[in-house]
T-cell receptor, first 114, second 111 residues
């Protein structure tokens, strides 16, 4: 079955530090890949996505590149801010799964300190 | 996200009671997904519904849980005879041309 593995948290960084959150996946079909962000007490918001190999998703300074050869979709940001503190989820939607539900990783909690 | 409305935001139930969670999808969306988030875990798929039809309930526990999406009104996730292990955040997402849009969730606490 499909699965998503992302680095365990929590991750604590100083403001303006470089961020990488690793994400790898297994899928039976040709998945689309997503990063979602969850702020405390809120639902999930789509951060960025990529639908095919070598696509780069980007938003709000965050980037992730769909690497089919390494089955990875690592999230990066060059300079984090305190407001980036949240839980980040990597997810996939597999074209081979008929109902198109999302499969999520366990989430990585990021805390950015001033 | 204001587009997908879930209520209540917080729900407290005693063991053995019933919990009813509601989800109104974005206007024009007729596909609804329910996910459960246990503490310190990612979201797990529960059920996928279209209007008046359950399309995929492979993630639903076999007992006590049911879902519906009637022709009129919100989608309902019902949990009968709740137990402490049902305490979690339950999220609804609707699917349309924009992709998935998640609601803010219902946080169920069973005491």
């Amino acid at each position: 079955g499909d699965s998503v593995t992302q680095m365990e948290g929590p991750v604590t960084l100083s403001e303006e530090a470089f961020l990488t959150i690793n994400c790898t996946y297994t899928a039976t079909g040709y998945p689309s890949l997503f990063w979602y962000v969850q702020y405390p007490g809120e639902g999930l918001q789509l951060l960025l996505k990529a639908t095919k190999a070598d696509d780069k998703g980007s938003n709000k300074g965050f980037e992730a590149t769909y690497r089919k050869e390494t089955t990875s979709f690592h999230l990066e940001k060059g300079s984090v801010q305190v407001s980036d503190s949240a839980v980040y989820f990597c997810a996939l939607r597999d074209s081979g799964a008929g109902s198109y539900q999302l499969t999520f990783g366990k989430g990585t909690k990021l805390s950015v300190i001033p | 996200n204001a587009g997908v409305m879930q209520n209540p935001r917080h729900l407290v139930r005693r063991r053995g009671q019933e919990a009813r969670l509601r989800c109104s999808p974005m206007k024009g969306h007729s596909h609804v997904y329910w996910y459960r988030q246990l503490p310190e875990e990612g979201l797990k798929f529960m059920v996928y519904l279209q209007k008046e039809n359950i399309i995929d309930e492979s993630g639903m526990p076999k007992e006590r849980f049911s879902a519906e999406f009637p022709k009129e009104g919100p989608s309902i996730l019902r949990i009968q005879q709740v137990v402490r292990g049902d305490s979690a955040a339950y999220f609804c997402a609707s699917w349309g041309s924009e992709g998935y849009t998640f609601g803010s969730g219902t946080r169920l606490t069973v005491v």
